[in-house]
């Protein structure tokens, strides 16, 4: 593919800004469609008359094909750019709430929303973290990829939020018919925002470090990268944080309900606060995190030092949420904190992989991470939070599991080393230096 002619300097910032609107749009409709599920599943349970269980089996199979189409959503960005992903998700998407709205059995419900809310969401995920981090490097990547992020707390925000209004006057059938509307237009103009890699417009990537050593930007396999473990290390600590983050999502509401004796409605702010408290963490901690790359001049060393700190933070908040029996002000502080680990450990771990692997052939390699992660992470985490509490009657258990879990992240994210061995080419930051 021919390139287009190298743009200037000032062009090439604008370009970059609008693969961060694209990527903004892309998570606000992928965490939008796991902010709404679980209002949503309340009034189809008892319109449809299916059980709970029932009724989020279709978000776990939904949650597996997504894991898969992320997969391949990776090669596709490294082939064609994110346009493609974007608008395949568009479509999908779309469909995936609008069909549902017209199901009338359970089998249509499992097969309409797994399959097209699966491979609509699953075309956001790994197109939105791959393309901020092809256009930004070393000490600009976390502070763009937090403001694309930020779109995630956004949804969290005004989508529940807004649901609610919804349903107060009509039915799930039409709040999805809105929503369908919603990420058809979000995700078609992400699709026109959305830019190739820089090279295919002549420039380099922002961000990559003054004076460091040159490396060579390696065209991996996935052979060759799954080989070592620094990619395995990352795979783990995240994997690990997942099972922690979504056993939290999942069951926060239930333990101040059924453990602390909050009424659902002050459970329901409380929870709220994580997205509102994530509108800030976002940002900030994108912009920590890469003060501490220009610090220590050496970028996989700094995103560890990050991915120590998101489960530790993680962990922290877990012991804190576990006294939210003395008071609501603890609760609130909890939030604050997951929201403080969700700002760091996603990106963070992706910022690690591209820092260490390089740009050109992280698409299939983030893809392939994510396929693992999230193809187990979700299921598992959610799983055990109520496994847990059907062992004991209380919340308690599935929160000190999430507090292990977080521990174990950072264990491996302890033992994560900051390159490759000798024998092996080192991508990083200092990528390609001329």
Same mark, same amino acid.
């Given at each position: 593919?021919?390139?287009?002619?190298?743009?200037?300097?000032q062009?090439?910032?604008?370009?970059?800004?609008?693969?961060?609107?694209?990527?903004?749009?892309a998570?606000?409709c992928?965490?939008?469609?796991r902010?709404?599920? /679980?209002?949503?599943?309340?009034?189809?349970?008892e319109?449809?008359?299916?059980?709970?269980?029932?009724?989020?089996?279709?978000?776990?199979?939904?949650?597996?094909?997504?894991?898969?189409?992320?997969?391949?959503?990776?090669?596709?960005?490294?082939?064609?750019?994110t346009?493609?992903?974007?608008?395949?998700?568009?479509?999908?998407?779309?469909?995936?709430f609008?069909?549902?709205?017209?199901?009338?059995?359970?089998?249509?419900?499992?097969?309409?929303y797994?399959?097209?809310?699966?491979i #609509?969401?699953?075309?956001?995920?790994?197109?939105?973290?791959?393309?901020?981090?092809?256009?930004?490097?070393g000490?600009?990547?976390?502070?763009?990829?937090?403001?694309?992020?930020? #779109?995630a707390?956004?949804?969290?925000?005004?989508?529940?939020?807004?649901?609610?209004?919804? %349903?107060?006057? $009509?039915?799930w059938?039409?709040?999805?018919?809105?929503?369908?509307?919603?990420?058809?237009?979000?995700l078609?103009i992400?699709?026109f925002?959305?830019?190739?890699?820089?090279?295919?417009?002549?420039?380099?990537?922002?961000?990559?470090?003054?004076?460091?050593?040159?490396?060579?930007?390696?065209?991996?396999?996935?052979?060759?990268?799954?080989s $070592?473990?620094?990619?395995?290390g990352?795979?783990?600590?995240?994997?690990?944080?997942?099972?922690?983050?979504?056993?939290i999502w999942s069951?926060i509401v239930?333990?101040?309900?059924?453990?602390?004796?909050?009424?659902?409605?002050?459970?329901?702010n409380?929870?709220?606060?994580?997205?509102?408290?994530?509108?800030?963490?976002?940002?900030?901690?994108?912009?920590?995190?890469?003060?501490?790359?220009?610090?220590?001049?050496?970028? +996989?060393?700094?995103?560890?030092?990050?991915?120590i700190?998101? +489960?530790?933070?993680?962990?922290?908040?877990?012991?804190?949420?576990?006294?939210?029996?003395? /008071?609501?002000?603890l609760?609130?502080?909890s939030?604050?904190?997951f929201?403080?680990?969700w700002?760091?450990e +996603?990106?963070?771990?992706?910022?690690?992989?591209?820092?260490?692997?390089?740009?050109?052939?992280? #698409?299939?390699?983030?893809?392939?991470?994510?396929?693992?992660?999230?193809?187990?992470?979700?299921?598992?985490g /959610?799983?055990?939070?109520?496994?847990?509490?059907? %062992?004991?009657?209380?919340?308690?258990?599935s929160i000190?599991?999430?507090?292990?879990?977080?521990?174990?992240?950072?264990?491996?994210?302890?033992? %994560?080393?900051?390159?490759?061995?000798?024998?092996?080419?080192?991508?990083?930051?200092?990528?390609?230096?001329?």
């Open positions: 593919m021919e390139l287009e002619a190298s743009v200037s300097e062009n090439a910032k604008a370009i970059g800004r609008l693969v961060v609107a694209a990527a903004f749009l998570l606000f992928l965490f939008g469609y902010s709404t599920f /679980s209002i949503l599943q309340g009034p189809m349970r319109t449809m008359g299916w059980t709970t269980a029932q009724t989020s089996l279709g978000y776990s199979l939904m949650m597996t094909v997504y894991a898969v189409t992320a997969f391949f959503s990776g090669m596709i960005v490294d082939r064609w750019g346009r493609p992903a974007y608008l395949t998700g568009a479509v999908f998407a779309a469909l995936g609008y069909l549902t709205s017209l199901v009338n059995s359970y089998l249509a419900y499992l097969a309409v797994s399959i097209f809310a699966g #609509g969401t699953g075309m956001l995920w790994v197109s939105s973290t791959v393309s901020v981090r092809k256009w930004y490097v000490k600009s990547y976390a502070t763009m990829w937090g403001i694309a992020f930020a #779109g707390p956004l949804a969290q925000v005004l989508l529940s939020l807004g649901l609610k209004q919804v %349903l107060a006057n $009509t039915d059938r039409v709040a999805m018919q809105y929503l369908a509307i919603v990420v058809l237009v979000a078609v992400a699709g925002l959305a830019r190739k890699s820089p090279e295919h417009y002549g420039v380099r990537p922002f961000g990559i470090t003054a004076g460091a050593s040159p490396t060579v930007d390696r065209e991996w396999s996935i052979r060759e990268a799954f $070592t473990f620094p990619i395995w990352a795979i783990i600590a995240f994997l690990t944080s997942m099972l922690a983050e979504f056993l069951q239930s333990y101040w309900t059924t453990d602390v004796g909050l009424n659902l409605s002050t459970a329901t409380l929870y709220v606060v994580i997205g509102l408290a994530g509108l800030v963490t976002m940002p900030v901690m994108g912009v920590v995190a890469d003060r501490l790359v220009e610090r220590m001049k050496d970028e +996989p060393t700094a995103r560890r030092a990050m991915l700190f998101a +489960p530790a933070t993680g962990a922290i908040a877990c012991v804190i949420l576990l006294g939210s029996r003395i /008071s609501i002000a609760a609130a502080v939030c604050v904190l929201a403080v680990y700002a760091i +996603p990106g963070g771990v992706a910022g690690y992989v591209g820092a260490v692997y390089g740009r050109k052939a992280m #698409g299939k390699i983030w893809g392939l991470g994510t396929l693992i992660v999230m193809g187990i992470g979700p299921a598992v /959610s799983f055990m939070g109520g496994f847990l509490f059907d %062992l004991s009657g209380s919340y308690n258990n000190y599991f999430a507090l292990g879990s977080y521990i174990v992240s950072m264990i491996f994210a302890v033992l %994560l080393p900051k390159a490759l061995g000798d024998k092996q080419v080192v991508a990083s930051v200092s990528e390609e230096t001329a």
